[in-house]
């Protein structure tokens, strides 16, 4: 704690440069020795949800809310070469019923992003990257779960454009997650219409693909975005029946991205709907973020 | 250049990382049984208690033919080429099979009643439809295989089993038809052969008798039992364990005795226990006892509580007069300090659940698209005597027990929470972790089904009682961790459930199995 009082007073004297705040899809990088710190908070709400792929509401959930508020380093280790990291702590709720809401820190995620190729406003990425479950939250207890207790790895290829006078950009990128087997704490339950007598749930893999159109200028960034998330596999939300980890949860949201961030001190806010889906609420997601970008060390 | 050499390597170490994971398999490990020879032949089953018949002579199976006679010899002949090579389907349907035929259909009976555990939704109308047994795969499904309904499926199911399989035993004893392998030699059996005669064929008298009980219980089912039933029947033939004569003698007889339990089933007042309108009389007399505030429904819309009328269902091990008998004392008056310290207890315990708590609470719930208590219970005594090597007769005798006194457990449970009709915590805004059933609260239904099953496996398997205790006193205590009991509710389903499991015990004693 001490010394991170320390970094934070030295990195205030220190701090020079370009600010830039960045996500693990996007084609931003720190400069080697920068780090920018993003704090956001996150809500996500749904009234409507696909049991399979019957839309319906739920007089016994009403709204469900789950909120987060997650810290989230990008720092920048070597030219073209960053390290992200987040961490947050998520809560749900609902506006009816009597389901009890669950929180806590949920999981570790680690991305490292490393430029590929750069030649005349044309970018390739690759990044990798893992996630670790930090709380022991219940991961079966959905819709209030705050997480699946999964490890994941993934690997993601980013292609960027921009063009060089105007700022503007277009993004694509692809992504596959490895995910892990969890184990609940019951020792039989029912997937894919039988019953399995163990701990043991296998949740299936996933991918994810998005694309953006957008301008990024000094100090400010706005985007149109689309992303389409999938499992590989896996089975659905019976007839009236809660969710469950081994579900084929798929998504389509679309949304808009705004950052301004004039001098190390910065903003930056979200927004995405789910416009359609299979054993998933029909979500209606808000992020707003503060950015503080600094220096960690001294280019040699 | 460098940087190019530097790029070959993080691509490199990432498409390491993915061919690492994608090499790793996502199967999941469940326990592997296999055959065993039984402990015990228990060749006096066949004059055990049963059920339903009068005697296990009740229902004639005819003389098997000689095994020197013509027909018996080609048979074998036919046995012996059936199982003397085959495909690796074939070899994981013995495998399967082999571990037990009252194992593997107390096993499908619940796994069918954790797929039929889902209360209906509401319609556009804001009703909730009646599952109808006339169109079972309609939107409700038929049945809403709830705790009661599980526990009447797997108690007609296990004594279907029993009573066909001491009939069973008196006819393998009387005839003495040894198993295939024992008059030719020559034949390749997969599976450990004891000395129970083979006529008639015991597995086939559980399939038969099994699909007979389960057919009716998920008429839904029909095709998918077929299957099991055929490929349960051909295994014995490609084990080399049983020639076709055994089979056809075992499935006559199964399905004679599972005909007579479901004429019981039929008339034992299940048909009457939805009766909805009988509630309002209920709630009147609770209220003329002294309740300020009756149960209602905690969900959006109303839903009408589950099976109001299942404690006039028919008891299994005693009788209608030891039913209300067993009910529970008076629950504490709702402004009493008694009730005011059990909220409260579950009001802190909603404030700060810990981790252990929450996992108690998990680990019992059975609830919704789970086998139930009932069927927990069952896999409990399923495996245990899997592992004491039962004789098919003697597991079917546990089960039997076991299976009764649930069943039992579930009216004697079910009459003390209509007659109390009790509200449930959330009456007075406290929340769930487990999700919350349908109906009064007072006394707890897990407390009732799991004291009653420890009472009697402890009968079964006394080395084993403490153990079943704890886990019983554990379950009990989830539904407060879990936050949808009071302490009193479960105590005194504890308290009822022990009593329960007592009249089995004493029928246990009577059977005549020595046991």
Same mark, same amino acid.
């Given at each position: 704690?001490?010394?991170?009082?320390?970094?934070?007073?030295?990195?205030?004297?220190?701090?020079?440069?370009?600010?830039?705040?960045?996500?693990?899809?996007?084609?931003?990088?720190?400069?080697? !020795?920068?780090?920018?710190?993003?704090?956001?908070?996150?809500?996500?709400?749904?009234? %409507?949800?696909?049991?399979?792929?019957?839309?319906?509401?739920?007089?016994?959930?009403?709204?469900?809310?789950?909120?987060?508020?997650?810290?989230?380093?990008?720092?920048?280790?070597?030219?073209?070469?960053?390290?992200?990291?987040?961490?947050?702590?998520?809560?749900?709720?609902?506006?009816?019923?009597?389901?009890?809401?669950?929180?806590?820190?949920?999981?570790?995620?680690?991305? @490292?992003?490393?430029?590929?190729?750069?030649?005349?406003?044309?970018?390739?990425?690759?990044?990798?990257?893992?996630?670790?479950?930090?709380?022991?939250?219940?991961?079966?207890?959905?819709?209030?779960?705050?997480?699946?207790?999964?490890?994941?790895?993934?690997?993601?290829?980013?292609?960027?454009?921009?063009?060089?006078?105007?700022?503007?950009?277009?993004?694509?990128?692809?992504?596959?997650?490895?995910?892990?087997?969890?184990?609940?704490?019951?020792?039989?339950?029912?997937?894919?219409?039988?019953?399995?007598?163990?701990?043991?749930?296998?949740?299936?893999?996933?991918?994810?693909?998005?694309?953006?159109?957008?301008?990024?200028?000094?100090?400010?960034?706005?985007?149109?975005?689309?992303?389409?998330?999938?499992?590989?596999?896996?089975?659905?939300?019976?007839?009236?029946?809660?969710?469950?980890?081994?579900?084929?949860?798929?998504?389509?949201?679309? !949304?808009?991205?705004?950052?301004?961030?004039?001098?190390?001190?910065? +903003?930056?806010?979200?927004?995405?709907?789910?416009?359609?889906?299979?054993?998933?609420?029909?979500?209606?997601?808000?992020?707003?973020?503060?950015?503080?970008?600094?220096?960690?060390?001294?280019?040699? | 250049?460098?940087?190019?050499?530097?790029?070959?390597?993080?691509?490199?170490?990432?498409?390491?990382?993915?061919?690492?994971?994608?090499?790793?398999?996502?199967?999941?490990?469940?326990?592997?049984?296999?055959?065993?020879?039984?402990?015990? +032949?228990?060749?006096?089953?066949?004059?055990?208690?049963? /059920?339903?018949?009068?005697?296990?002579?009740?229902?004639?199976?005819?003389?098997?033919?000689?095994?020197?006679?013509?027909?018996?010899?080609?048979?074998?002949?036919?046995?012996?080429?059936?199982?003397?090579?085959?495909?690796?389907?074939?070899?994981?349907?013995?495998?399967?099979?082999?571990?037990?035929?009252?194992?593997?259909?107390?096993?499908? $009976?619940?796994? @069918?009643?954790?797929?039929?555990?889902?209360?209906?939704?509401?319609?556009?109308?804001?009703?909730?439809?009646?599952?109808?047994?006339?169109?079972?795969?309609?939107?409700?499904?038929?049945?809403?295989?709830?705790?009661?309904?599980?526990?009447?499926?797997?108690?007609?199911?296990?004594? $279907?089993? /029993?009573?066909?399989?001491?009939?069973?035993?008196?006819?393998?004893?009387?005839?003495?038809?040894?198993?295939?392998?024992?008059?030719?030699?020559?034949?390749?059996?997969?599976?450990? +052969?004891?000395?129970?005669?083979?006529?008639?064929?015991?597995?086939?008298?559980?399939?038969?008798?099994?699909?007979?009980?389960?057919?009716?219980?998920?008429?839904?089912?029909?095709?998918?039992?077929?299957?099991?039933?055929?490929?349960?029947?051909?295994?014995?033939?490609?084990?080399?364990?049983?020639?076709?004569?055994?089979? +056809?003698?075992?499935?006559?007889?199964?399905?004679?005795?599972?005909?007579?339990?479901?004429?019981?089933?039929?008339?034992?007042?299940?048909?009457?226990?939805?009766?909805?309108?009988?509630?309002?009389?209920?709630?009147?007399?609770?209220?003329?006892?002294? @309740?300020?505030?009756?149960?209602?429904?905690? %969900?959006?819309?109303?839903?009408?509580?589950?099976?109001?009328?299942?404690?006039?269902?028919?008891?299994?091990?005693?009788?209608?007069?030891?039913?209300?008998?067993?009910?529970?004392?008076?629950?504490?008056?709702?402004?009493?300090?008694?009730?005011?310290?059990?909220? %409260?207890?579950?009001?802190?315990?909603?404030?700060?659940?810990?981790?252990?708590?929450?996992?108690?609470?998990?680990?019992?719930?059975?609830?919704?698209?789970?086998?139930?208590?009932?069927?927990?219970?069952?896999?409990?005594?399923?495996?245990?005597?899997?592992?004491?090597?039962?004789? %098919?007769?003697?597991?079917?005798?546990?089960?039997?027990?076991?299976?009764?006194?649930?069943?039992?457990?579930?009216?004697?449970?079910?009459?003390?929470?209509?007659? /109390?009709?009790?509200?449930?915590?959330?009456?007075?805004?406290?929340?769930?972790?487990?999700?919350?059933?349908?109906?009064?609260?007072?006394?707890?239904?897990?407390?009732?089904?799991?004291?009653?099953?420890?009472?009697?496996?402890?009968?079964?398997?006394?080395?084993?009682?403490?153990?079943?205790?704890?886990?019983?006193?554990?379950?009990?205590?989830?539904?407060?961790?879990?936050?949808?009991?009071?302490?009193?509710?479960?105590?005194?389903?504890?308290?009822?459930?022990?009593?329960?499991?007592?009249?089995?015990?004493?029928?246990?004693?009577?059977?005549?199995?020595?046991?």
């Amino acid at each position: 704690m001490k010394n991170f009082i320390k970094l934070l007073v030295i990195s205030a004297v220190l701090v020079t440069g370009e600010v830039k705040a960045q996500m693990p899809h996007d084609a931003i990088y720190m400069g080697k !020795g920068q780090i920018c710190v993003a704090t956001m908070y996150g809500r996500s709400t749904w009234t %409507e949800y696909w049991e399979n792929s019957l839309k319906r509401s739920n007089s016994n959930i009403g709204t469900h809310t789950t909120q987060n508020v997650m810290v989230m380093p990008a720092i920048g280790i070597a030219k073209g070469l960053n390290v992200i990291l987040s961490l947050p702590y998520v809560w749900t709720q609902t506006s009816a019923g009597n389901l009890l809401g669950q929180k806590g820190f949920q999981d570790l995620s680690g991305w @490292l992003k490393y430029r590929v190729a750069n030649t005349h406003g044309f970018s390739v990425h690759a990044v990798v990257g893992g996630s670790v479950p930090v709380g022991n939250y219940v991961p079966d207890f959905l819709p209030m779960s705050i997480g699946l207790q999964c490890r994941t790895v993934s690997g993601r290829l980013i292609a960027n454009y921009k063009h060089p006078q105007t700022g503007i950009y277009v993004n694509a990128h692809g992504t596959y997650s490895w995910r892990s087997n969890i184990k609940v704490d019951r020792d039989a339950y029912q997937a894919d219409d039988r019953v399995y007598n163990t701990r043991e749930v296998s949740v299936p893999n996933a991918y994810d693909a998005g694309l953006r159109l957008g301008v990024l200028r000094k100090g400010w960034q706005a985007e149109l975005w689309a992303e389409r998330t999938s499992c590989t596999h896996g089975d659905y939300i019976r007839r009236h029946d809660m969710p469950f980890p081994t579900n084929n949860m798929q998504a389509t949201t679309v !949304g808009v991205y705004g950052k301004f961030q004039p001098k190390q001190i910065g +903003v930056n806010a979200r927004f995405g709907y789910v416009t359609d889906g299979r054993n998933v609420g029909q979500s209606t997601n808000l992020m707003v973020g503060v950015l503080y970008q600094f220096k960690l060390w001294k280019n040699q | 250049m460098k940087k190019y050499i530097l790029s070959g390597k993080v691509v490199g170490i990432a498409l390491g990382l993915m061919t690492v994971l994608a090499s790793c398999d996502k199967t999941i490990d469940e326990p592997q049984r296999s055959a065993y020879a039984p402990a015990s +032949v228990d060749e006096k089953a066949g004059t055990w208690k049963t /059920y339903i018949l009068t005697s296990s002579s009740e229902i004639a199976v005819a003389d098997p033919k000689a095994v020197s006679s013509p027909e018996y010899i080609a048979e074998l002949a036919s046995l012996k080429q059936k199982s003397a090579s085959l495909t690796k389907e074939q070899q994981e349907a013995v495998a399967y099979w082999g571990s037990g035929a009252v194992y593997r259909w107390n096993e499908i $009976a619940r796994e @069918l009643s954790a797929r039929y555990n889902i209360p209906p939704a509401y319609n556009a109308e804001g009703k909730y439809p009646v599952p109808d047994a006339a169109n079972p795969l309609a939107d409700p499904k038929f049945p809403f295989a709830n705790p009661p309904y599980a526990s009447r499926a797997l108690a007609y199911l296990s004594v $279907a089993q /029993y009573d066909a399989l001491v009939a069973a035993w008196n006819y393998k004893y009387k005839f003495n038809r040894a198993a295939p392998s024992k008059t030719d030699a020559t034949i390749t059996v997969s599976l450990p +052969v004891s000395t129970i005669p083979t006529y008639p064929s015991e597995d086939a008298v559980v399939a038969a008798a099994s699909v007979t009980i389960l057919k009716a219980m998920f008429p839904g089912e029909v095709p998918f039992l077929e299957a099991k039933m055929k490929e349960h029947r051909e295994s014995r033939l490609w084990a080399g364990m049983n020639v076709e004569s055994d089979l +056809v003698a075992g499935v006559d007889l199964g399905n004679a005795v599972a005909a007579k339990v479901m004429s019981r089933a039929k008339t034992d007042g299940m048909a009457a226990a939805n009766n909805q309108a009988l509630t309002a009389g209920m709630i009147e007399g609770a209220k003329a006892r002294g @309740l300020r505030e009756a149960w209602v429904s905690q %969900e959006t819309p109303l839903r009408p509580p589950m099976l109001p009328n299942y404690g006039a269902v028919l008891t299994w091990n005693f009788d209608k007069a030891t039913v209300v008998a067993l009910r529970a004392v008076p629950p504490p008056a709702l402004d009493s300090p008694d009730f005011k310290k059990d909220l %409260e207890e579950l009001q802190n315990i909603q404030k700060n659940q810990t981790r252990e708590q929450a996992r108690i609470a998990n680990y019992w719930s059975d609830g919704a698209g789970s086998y139930t208590p009932p069927g927990h219970w069952h896999r409990t005594a399923a495996n245990v005597s899997y592992e004491a090597k039962h004789s %098919e007769v003697r597991m079917a005798r546990t089960l039997a027990l076991l299976g009764t006194a649930e069943m039992d457990a579930a009216i004697v449970c079910w009459d003390t929470k209509f007659y /109390y009709y009790y509200p449930r915590p959330q009456q007075f805004k406290v929340k769930t972790s487990v999700g919350l059933p349908n109906f009064p609260s007072y006394t707890s239904g897990h407390s009732t089904f799991s004291a009653a099953a420890a009472t009697v496996l402890g009968y079964i398997f006394p080395d084993q009682a403490e153990t079943f205790n704890k886990q019983a006193q554990e379950a009990s205590t989830s539904r407060i961790y879990g936050l949808i009991h009071y302490r009193f509710d479960c105590t005194e389903g504890l308290k009822a459930g022990t009593e329960v499991g007592k009249y089995a015990i004493a029928r246990g004693k009577a059977d005549g199995s020595g046991l």
